[in-house]
């Protein structure tokens, strides 16, 4: 395995692109999945009501080893939803600009640690009206038409925002626009990949009329079945674009990440474009013993579920999210300290994915003409540049494709692991039936969890 100190000790070439035409290379991060600690992540957003990132957030995130950073980063999204549930209701701006309150975060993380690995959030279903790239769309006439109205579409979100428009895939210059956004992005230098929100959604038949369509999220707006069939084979192709532009099904090079949230069940079909990176969440109430719905059943169907991802699936890397995710309770993650510095992850949580963490041998080999470097791939750069091209200075490695979405710290992170010695171990009682798991790691760490009560335990090394 490549330690991280011969790993850093590689040189990370970014060629600045000048204005009279010049060559440009922009680094993609790969994620630093080395079990000498935990490989933590954090997914979500804070600002609005909450108040602005200060230092010592700053400071948390840079401790992730992943960073996707939500639509609720900075003040657009409390904003906006007083707005849109006021009576009556106010308009929404894309002068907001969401996007640039969730570079300007990734900017100041990598003052901090330039190899943290990120991402943002773009939904394939909604658009959002204070992202700035609401108004390319009000302006190219690229938003998805009721039919019955005249007006474009507005749906609702999962947090219950109202008003959200929907880009019209039918068109191509819609699809132009969000695939804009993306390789505009990648370009900064400062994001490795998306989170391509509804991934699989699309308009479907209306059952009560049969001479239209629907697209629907909590509410429906109506289009012709003309409209709906040209929006879904739109979104399909926009899907096929966006996962070539990450290479998902190149495993001999790090292309960036995408998170297409696929369906149960129809991960990784041909063609493969669900992405390179999914995650299960571990819901806190899953494993609270006090709780009407808990089992230690919950704990073997999730390590099934990973190991199902990985094998079966053949995606590169699993996010393995803590907290009460569920949009139905409104905001979906609940912290139990202030300012969002402390981990959604209880000790159940910690504890069920060391059971689960697995190590994978990622080999990259170097192209052509590169014989000390790994493979590199084209990119989006500006048009004033000459040649787009990026590249990942990094030799074969042993990595580690599952990462804990930790959603702020916590001393335990910073504690040694090291690889583990062998797979989960079973602890059976008396006669023989399934009560627990155990596991140990390099470091000396070991993990032992109760499936009778849902208590686990964690004895870090010294």
């Not at 790969?30 to 200060?54: C, Q």
């Not at 769309?137 to 609702?156: C, F, M, N």
């Not at 369906?263 to 999914?278: A, E, H, T, W």
Request: proline share 7%.
């Amino acid at each position: 395995m490549m330690c991280d100190a011969t790993r850093a000790a590689f040189v990370l070439l970014q060629l600045l692109c000048l204005s009279g035409g010049a060559t440009a290379f922009v680094v993609l991060q790969r994620p630093n999945t080395s079990l000498a600690t935990i490989p933590t992540a954090y997914f979500g957003g804070k600002g609005g009501k909450s108040g602005p990132r200060d230092d010592a957030n700053i400071a948390m995130l840079a401790k992730a080893r992943l960073i996707i950073l939500e639509k609720w980063e900075g003040p657009c999204w409390d904003g906006c939803l007083a707005n849109a549930t006021a009576e009556p209701p106010l308009p929404c701006s894309p002068s907001c600009d969401v996007e640039s309150h969730m570079l300007t975060t990734l900017r100041r993380v990598r003052a901090l640690n330039p190899r943290v690995t990120t991402m943002l959030y773009l939904n394939t279903l909604l658009l959002f009206p204070f992202y700035s790239l609401a108004e390319r769309y009000i302006e190219q006439g690229a938003l998805l038409i009721d039919s019955q109205t005249g007006k474009p579409v507005e749906l609702r979100n999962d947090d219950g925002m109202p008003g959200v428009l929907v880009p019209d895939f039918g068109q191509a210059a819609a699809r132009a626009l969000w695939m804009g956004e993306v390789e505009g992005w990648l370009a900064t230098g400062l994001v490795d990949g998306i989170f391509a929100d509804k991934w699989p959604d699309q308009a479907h038949a209306n059952h009560t009329d049969n001479s239209s369509w629907l697209v629907c999220n909590h509410v429906c707006g109506t289009v012709t079945a003309e409209q709906g069939a040209a929006f879904n084979a739109g979104k399909m192709t926009l899907r096929q674009d966006v996962s070539d532009l990450f290479k998902v099904n190149d495993d001999s090079s790090f292309n960036g990440l995408l998170y297409g949230d696929g369906c149960d069940g129809c991960y990784r079909k041909s063609p493969r474009i669900d992405g390179n990176l999914v995650g299960p969440w571990l819901k806190n109430w899953q494993f609270v013993p006090t709780h009407e719905r808990t089992t230690g059943q919950n704990v073997l169907n999730l390590m099934a579920q990973t190991r199902q991802m990985l094998h079966e699936y053949n995606y590169s890397y699993v996010y393995i999210g803590c907290g009460d995710h569920n949009p139905s309770e409104g905001k979906p993650f609940k912290h139990t300290c202030a300012d969002d510095l402390c981990t959604d992850c209880t000790p159940q949580g910690i504890a069920i994915f060391l059971l689960l963490v697995e190590e994978g041998v990622c080999e990259f080999q170097p192209p052509p003409g590169l014989a000390s470097s790994p493979a590199g791939r084209r990119a989006p750069m500006p048009p004033r540049c000459a040649l787009q091209f990026v590249v990942q200075l990094m030799m074969p490695f042993v990595c580690v494709p599952v990462v804990l979405g930790t959603n702020g710290w916590d001393p335990a992170f910073e504690k040694s692991l090291g690889a583990p010695l062998g797979p989960a171990v079973n602890v059976t009682n008396n006669v023989g039936e399934l009560v627990g798991l155990t596991r140990e790691f390099a470091s000396g760490t070991r993990v032992a969890f109760n499936l009778s009560n849902n208590s686990a335990v964690v004895e870090w090394a010294e």
